[in-house]
């Protein structure tokens, strides 16, 4: 159907290409709109075609063995993308969905070939785009391996969070408890024996009393923030336990598929040899 050789230009892909070259591939490559969450194409269905962000960015992502989506990148305007299932002629191993209006250019394989004729360097901007996306899967595995649950926590941490936290744990020290008897009884006794000092809060002690539900109430607070910041760090421990979990139970039954593939072949084997022997 071909498109308008504008819309060729200024794509880095295409920067390599003559005038005369950008009109041969115009005629055949073909351009579309999706539009804001609509889904380009999803993960495992065939695919014969690579594209060409011209304008709105695409979201590429995969879900692991527990469900959860995992961004692999973000194709942008002069990005390109599903090019393994062009090149290998596989199905696609994820999902792209539009996050804005995107209009792109789509290549097939006879449109990379006549590219490739053409202009061979555009073969290392394909090369290039692979080797990205591999980079970044492999930072995906790095980070997604095993989370550290307080490290992903600290990350999240306010100022006021671990004010609080340190406040809490100070509170339920020795050194706080020894800090306060000696404050208490260091109040009590200048408040009932004539040191020769004014006694500023005689007996009941109103503003001792006063100061100390004072105490307890931020205290309390304090510690109320923190048990809540134990709570999600619990909960993120449970969901990192449970992704274990999982990863466990699969390697067990990939391991138990093994040990039958292998029983299997070694029943093979003895009954080839038991008839070699019998004959």
Known sequence: MGCDVSLLAGINFFELLHDDDLLVLANVVDAVKINTGEILFQAGEPGDSLFVVRSGSIELFIKDTVGQKIVLTIA????????????????RTATAVAL???????????????LFQRRPDAALSILAAMSSMTRKADELLRTRVSRNVNEEMEEHTT???????WIAWFSGSMPFLIINAVWFVVWILI???????PQFDPYPFGLLTMMVSLEA?????????????????DRVRADV??????KAELEVAHLHEKTDRIYE???ARFAKLEKLMTS
């Open 76 to 91: 942008e305007e002069g990005s390109l993308f599903g090019e393994l299932a062009l090149l290998d002629s596989g199905p």
């Open 100 to 114: 804005t209006d995107t209009e792109l250019l789509v290549l097939d394989r006879e449109d990379l070939t006549l």
């Open 159 to 165: 100022a006021l969070q671990r004010v609080a936290d």
């Open 191 to 197: 408040n009932t024996i004539h040191f020769g000092i």
């Open 217 to 233: 109430i931020f205290l309390s607070c304090f510690v109320l923030v923190s048990q809540n910041r134990q709570a999600e760090k």
């Open 241 to 246: 336990e449970y992704e274990v979990n999982v």
């Open 265 to 267: 072949n070694m029943m």
